[in-house]
Structure formats: structure tokens, C-alpha cells
């Protein structure tokens, strides 16, 4: 018994110690993988930033110089401005955090050792002096004085470092990147670009700018014009107009006062000189092979509207994302633009990755139209004033008069998606809900009413039409009954064109997506008729699957299904209305806003009267144990995973 013991002493030793040259030796790998890692990270940025780069430390401050051609010009950034406008002091550790940047972003960013322009091809063919006369114009407007960037809602300091001329990846499908279109190239009609800047980040704008001349056939482009439409921006003025002046086929013109978008594009649409007028946002990048495909499916269909593939460029970031390829454009009944995912129906129809996309209406930053059609059938509607429903306007217009809106997916354009992009010379909210009164009175017929219901249900969006502004209107329909002599109404375009999205019902209190505050997950109705959250939700994308509304009757409704508490559970299910039940529920909602607020029940249940509110939890009941549900718990003031917010109040009152 004792040398069992004492031979099991032995090996427990000789165990440990195993265990801990095992650790030891582990470590040491570590280690020197993290050394190598750290050399070969050194080499990489010595060889891929460093050629354009340079660090220099003073003070504990940092202060980098950006090697654009021979220039010696340091740039301080000591008190650096950063994307949320407060100022951050930038030390030694910043410098570090933004090699990483630079570093992680690498796969977008295209730094040479020609400095900012990069070796990528260019079909304008820049010789060296005017290669070098860019490059010393960038080092200068890029160091004058500007707004700081919370004013442009994008990292202009990191977008002033990006190449002009950067590489961007090809994100097309595989059966768009097959198609050649070498031989149909001379037969194309030639387009023009039209750019209209506000105020706009230079950087960016000269980025859109040297994007299309670097991935545009040059046969295929006649001109881009750039609206500078009155910009308060300095270096949108003289600067501008010195680094324009060497570029060819790009001209500038300035309005002396504010046109507003709509307007903006409208002048220079009547004085392209272009078949195909392509209108493009300001902070938008295209991508390879972009024009062709457009071009090819208008010269076949000219009384279409097309736009690209629309994707994104991140505002803090400035890095490119691919798009998805799941979404097409929709709208909300207030007439915000909003993506909605692409339908079994369409995917159907489609024979190919690189077939159009029909879609009920477009994003507006990046639109292509055939230019005698386009000026012929009313162009942008210039009743509407600055920004806002126009995209829906010419949509609505081209399917409800015989033509067709198509997203092209072999067409990939790159957007700044930043928080309201458009700035506004006067009160914004009343310009907009003008403009869409105006977009619903020329269109929607009777299902105007929901427009009205949605929008005047908030006090300050309500405002009335002038003796002018109906005159307007009429002239308006008086000149598409004679351009058209019949067009379809908007009940055959709901029914054909997008029958997934859901008709608000009259007895509606507010109706839409459900949206926690907290957590900004939403109600998702189950295939099992539970309810349970989703994180597959936006402010700028539909799911009409998921819209629920609580009606004037205190019902929470689910189309023609109705809600109900399942007891004692007090978890969310939806069932036929007038289901038996042992407990009588009444719901509302205890508004702090017109469509957010707590969701109550009121309970009676023999005889007693109980209240709760409905809050996110994290659900300990089987099957969904440890899954986010919506549940009806005690109420509390301070709970904010107690507060929801609806899509749309219902206003039908305030029908106009």
C-alpha cells in the first residue's frame, strides 16, 4: 500500500512539472510570435505608410506630415477635431490608434509612392506636370482652414489623407464580371454626370470627381458638371475652381442663390450635352465597370429610370462597404424613403444575378434617366422645393405612365449614408411635408389620406397649401393628362408593383414596426405565433411582415389577428380576434410623443383589474429560455426597456 502511495506521489510530480515547462514553453511561443507579428507589422508600414507618412513627436503632441509628392509642409494636428466635432488632444498613444486605422482600412486605401495619386489606371491619362500640379493643389486646399466636421456629418480629417484615386474592391457577382462590354461601347450614347454640392466636404466631392474619370470610358462621357448651388464653403470657391481647371470634361457653375437640389439638377440637366443624364450626390464613389450596364439598358428602354446598386461608404470610416444585393426601394406612408428586402416574387422573375431589379422607387443619390424623355415627361418637379419626395415623384410617374424603375445590380456606386445629408434654408420638416402633400396630391389618389394621417399627425409638420401652391398642382396634372393622356392609378401600383406593403387600417391609433428604446430591437411575429425581438430592424428599412398596430377599440392587432396575453406566462401571442380567453385584456398606449411611449394591458381577471407594461426581457420559461421577449410586467417610470416606439401615429382628423 505504501509504494502504491508513494508511486502515485512520484507521478503527480512528475505531472506538475510536465504541466509547467508545457506553460513555460507555451509562453515563450507566444512571445516570439508577438515579436515576429510586431516586425513584420514594422516592415509592413514601413514599406506601405511610411512612404507617405511620417510621425514626428513634440511636446507629448503629435505632429504628422502628410508626403504628398516632394512636399516638406508638416501639418499639425496637435489639437485634432475629431468626427463628433469635440476636440481631442493627440498624443503619442493617437498616433499609434491611427497607424491601425490606417492599417485595418489598408484593403481600401491605395497609398503609393507617387503620393496621392495613385498608379491605378486612369482613362484620362494625367501626364506627369499635370500629376504633380494635382498633387501640390491637394497638399493646399486640403490644409485650408474649414468647417470642423460635425459641420459635414462625415470624417472629413480622415477623408482629407484618403487617395483621391483609390482602389475600391470589384463587389459585382461573378455573372456581372463576365460580361464585356468592349464591343458595345461605341454604339452606347454618351452620358453627362451632374453633381450638385451644398456646403459639401472637398475631399469628397474631388474623390466622386476623379472615381468617375478614373472608371469611365472616355468615349462614353461627355461632361460632368458640378452645381455649386451658393455653398458658404470657401474652399468650394476659388480652390475649386483651380483644381477643375485641370481636369477636362468637368465644369463648375454656381448658382447666386439658393436652388435647392431639385432646382440644381434641373439647370443642368437642360444644359447637358449628354443622351443620358446621370445625376449623383456629391459624396458618392463609383465603382469599376459602373456606366456600361446602365447605358446598355436605356438605349433599350428609354422611357425607364435606372440606378446602380447602390452601396456604402462609411462616414467615419470613409471605408467602402458592399451592398448586400437583398433590398430594392420602397417608401413609408409618410414618404420617407425606406429599403425593403427583395421579394420571392422578383427573385422569381430573375433568370440571373446580373438581371434588373425592378423596384418601387429609388434611393436618389445615384439616378440615370434618358435625357429627351426625362425633359420631355416634366423632369424633376420643380414645385417641389430644396430636397425631399422627388426620388417617389419620378418613380411613381415612370411605372403609372408606362414606364419602369429598375436597380441595376452589374452598376455599383458607393454613397455616404449621413444623418439628414441635406441642409435646408428654412424650417426643414415644413419644406419636406410640403413637398410630399404636393408628391400625394399629384399621385395617390384617394390613398392620399394616409400621407395626411401620418404627417399632420405631428403639430409642428402641419402646414397648408397657398392659392399658388394649388394652382401649381393643377398645372401640373393639366400637363401629365395631356403628356400621357392615361396613366395607371396608385391602387394598381400598391397591387402590382408592391403588394407587401401593408395599408395603414382607419381605426388606427398609431401603426408600424414596434421598437424598443433601449435596445432598439423590435416585435417579431413567429411562425408559432409567439412574439419574440428582432435586431433585423431599422429606421430606414421596412418589414411590413412584422407591422402591428393598436386600434381605437384597445386592440393590439396583427392584420386580422389579434394579440393576446397568454396567462400566466404573460408572454405575447397572436390569435384569432374573439378567441375564448379567461382573462379580458384592453391595450393603449401612455404616450410620451405621439407614437412613443409604454405599452399597456389592462387586465381583468375574475374580477380583478391589474395594469402591466410591456418591457423586454431576457425570457426564463421554456422553449424560450434565454431568448429576448416582450413580456407584461409591473410598470416602472425608469425602465426604459418599457418604452416602444410605433412607426406611424395615426392622424385621420387631420386629413387634407
Not at 474 to 481: A, H, N
Request: charged share 25%; hydrophobic share 35%.
Amino acid at each position: 500500500m505504501r509504494l502504491r502511495v508513494g508511486t502515485v506521489l512520484k507521478l503527480r510530480r512528475w505531472i506538475l512539472r510536465l504541466i509547467t515547462v508545457t506553460l513555460f514553453i507555451a509562453f515563450l511561443l507566444v512571445y516570439h510570435l508577438n515579436q515576429w507579428e510586431m516586425e513584420t507589422r514594422s516592415q509592413w508600414e514601413k514599406r506601405h505608410i511610411n512612404n507617405n507618412w511620417k510621425y514626428h513627436y513634440k511636446n507629448g503632441n503629435t505632429v504628422f506630415q502628410q508626403a504628398v509628392g516632394n512636399t516638406n509642409k508638416p501639418r499639425d494636428i496637435g489639437r485634432k477635431q475629431n468626427f463628433l466635432g469635440a476636440l481631442v488632444r493627440v498624443d503619442i498613444k493617437d498616433a499609434q490608434i491611427l497607424k491601425d486605422i490606417k492599417r485595418k482600412k489598408g484593403k481600401t486605401l491605395d497609398w503609393t509612392k507617387d503620393g496621392n495619386i495613385s498608379k491605378m489606371t486612369s482613362h484620362e491619362h494625367w501626364n506627369d506636370n499635370i500629376k504633380h500640379k494635382l498633387r501640390q493643389l491637394q497638399v493646399d486646399i486640403f490644409n485650408q482652414s474649414r468647417p470642423p466636421d460635425s459641420a459635414y456629418k462625415i470624417n472629413v480629417t480622415l477623408s482629407d489623407t484618403i487617395s483621391l484615386d483609390r482602389q475600391v474592391p470589384d463587389t459585382r457577382h461573378l455573372s456581372c464580371r463576365t460580361i464585356n462590354y468592349a464591343s458595345s461601347r461605341s454604339t452606347l450614347p454618351k452620358s453627362t454626370v451632374i453633381i450638385v454640392c451644398y456646403n459639401e466636404a472637398l475631399s469628397m466631392l474631388l474623390r466622386c470627381i476623379h472615381s468617375i474619370l478614373n472608371r469611365t470610358p472616355p468615349e462614353l462621357l461627355a461632361e460632368i458638371i458640378v452645381v455649386d448651388d451658393a455653398s458658404k464653403i470657401q474652399n468650394l470657391k476659388e480652390p475649386l475652381d483651380r483644381y477643375v481647371n485641370l481636369l477636362s470634361k468637368v465644369t463648375v457653375v454656381r448658382n447666386k442663390h439658393r436652388e435647392g437640389l431639385i432646382r440644381a439638377r434641373m439647370l443642368a440637366a437642360r444644359m447637358a450635352k449628354g443622351d443620358v443624364l446621370v445625376f449623383h450626390d456629391a459624396h458618392t464613389e463609383v465603382n469599376v465597370d459602373w456606366l456600361e450596364p446602365q447605358l446598355l439598358y436605356l438605349q433599350q428602354n428609354p422611357s425607364h429610370v435606372v440606378q446602380p446598386e447602390v452601396e456604402n461608404i462609411d462616414a467615419a470610416t470613409i471605408e467602402y462597404f458592399p451592398s448586400s444585393g437583398k433590398m430594392r426601394g420602397g417608401f413609408g406612408w409618410d414618404l420617407k424613403y425606406s429599403w425593403i428586402e427583395i421579394p420571392k416574387y422578383e427573385l422569381q422573375r430573375r433568370s440571373s444575378e446580373a438581371d434588373p431589379i425592378r423596384t418601387p422607387s429609388i434611393v436618389g443619390c445615384a439616378v440615370s434617366v434618358n435625357k429627351v424623355h426625362f425633359l420631355e415627361t416634366g423632369g424633376f418637379d420643380e414645385g417641389l422645393k430644396i430636397w425631399g419626395g422627388e426620388n417617389h415623384e419620378l418613380a411613381w410617374r415612370t411605372w403609372l405612365c408606362g414606364g419602369a424603375v429598375v436597380t441595376i445590380p452589374c452598376s455599383r456606386v458607393a454613397h455616404v449614408f449621413k444623418p439628414f445629408s441635406y441642409s435646408f434654408d428654412g424650417d426643414r420638416e415644413r419644406i419636406v411635408s410640403k413637398n410630399v402633400m404636393r408628391i400625394a396630391e399629384l399621385w395617390m389618389g384617394n390613398y392620399k389620406q394616409y400621407l395626411y394621417a401620418t404627417v399632420r399627425a405631428y403639430k409642428f409638420k402641419r402646414i397648408n397649401f397657398t392659392d399658388a401652391d394649388r394652382e401649381s398642382i393643377r398645372e401640373r396634372k393639366k400637363f401629365f393628362q395631356i403628356k400621357f393622356k392615361e396613366c395607371k392609378n396608385f391602387g394598381w401600383y400598391l397591387k402590382t408593383i408592391v403588394p407587401e406593403i401593408n395599408i395603414p387600417p382607419e381605426n388606427a391609433d398609431v401603426f408600424g414596426e414596434v421598437t424598443n428604446d433601449r435596445s432598439r430591437s423590435c416585435f417579431n411575429v413567429r411562425s408559432d405565433g409567439y412574439i419574440d425581438l428582432t435586431y433585423n430592424c431599422f429606421t430606414t428599412r421596412t418589414r411590413p411582415e412584422n407591422e402591428l398596430y393598436i386600434d381605437t377599440s384597445g386592440h393590439l392587432r396583427y392584420r386580422n389577428l389579434c394579440v393576446t396575453l397568454l396567462y400566466p406566462s404573460l408572454l405575447l401571442h397572436v390569435d384569432p380576434c374573439g378567441a375564448t380567453s379567461k382573462i379580458q385584456t384592453f391595450w393603449s398606449m401612455y404616450k410620451f410623443a405621439p407614437s412613443f411611449g409604454r405599452i399597456t394591458i389592462g387586465i381583468v381577471d375574475k374580477g380583478k383589474h391589474k395594469t402591466y407594461c410591456i418591457e423586454q426581457v431576457t425570457c426564463v420559461l421554456e422553449p424560450f429560455v434565454d431568448r429576448q421577449m416582450p413580456q407584461a410586467m409591473p410598470c416602472n417610470d425608469a425602465n426604459r426597456f418599457q418604452l416602444w416606439s410605433f412607426t406611424y401615429k395615426m392622424d385621420y382628423s387631420q386629413v387634407y
